[in-house]
């Protein structure tokens, strides 16, 4: 008789808790659409707010990039004619040497000052590396010893 009720008991528990099972899986099914809808909302907004400020930039963009490129061959040009003008007093390869070296210390200069103007941060010495403490001290567990 046992083995009877046993699988009564247990179909009756399953005609009573099933549908409140199917309710609970249907609502986490809604609340995991919201969020995913709501996640996916965040995401598009993000980009097409991303897309409209790339639109908006483009132009300034291309015009910066276009202003580096000149410059850089403005420079050139310049330490060009440095190098030739130079080699109307030396030779052509001691001019070139002389306004590279000239070049490389004025870009050590700058690496320098740039350098010495860093934010100081503070060095941590690497062999006093403390061990973390709990904040209750040696006894973590208070029925501890």
């Given at each position: 008789?046992t083995s009877e009720t046993g699988p009564e008991r ?136």
């Open positions: 008789m247990r179909r009756l528990l399953d005609r009573l808790t099933e549908p409140i099972a199917e309710r609970a899986r249907e609502k986490i099914g809604q609340a995991e659409d919201r969020v995913r809808a709501s996640i996916q909302a965040e995401i598009d907004a993000v980009s097409a707010s991303v897309r409209t400020r790339a639109v908006e930039v483009r132009p300034s963009a291309i015009a910066f990039a276009a202003a580096a490129v000149l410059t850089f061959l403005g420079l050139a040009l310049f330490v060009t004619a440095a190098v030739i003008g130079l080699a109307h007093v030396v030779e052509p390869w001691l001019s070139a040497l002389l306004v590279g070296l000239a070049l490389v210390l004025l870009a050590a200069g700058f690496a320098a000052w740039g350098r010495s103007h860093l934010p100081r941060t503070p060095m941590v010495d690497l062999t006093q590396i403390r061990e973390p403490t709990h904040p209750a001290g040696e006894q973590v567990h208070p029925w501890a010893d």
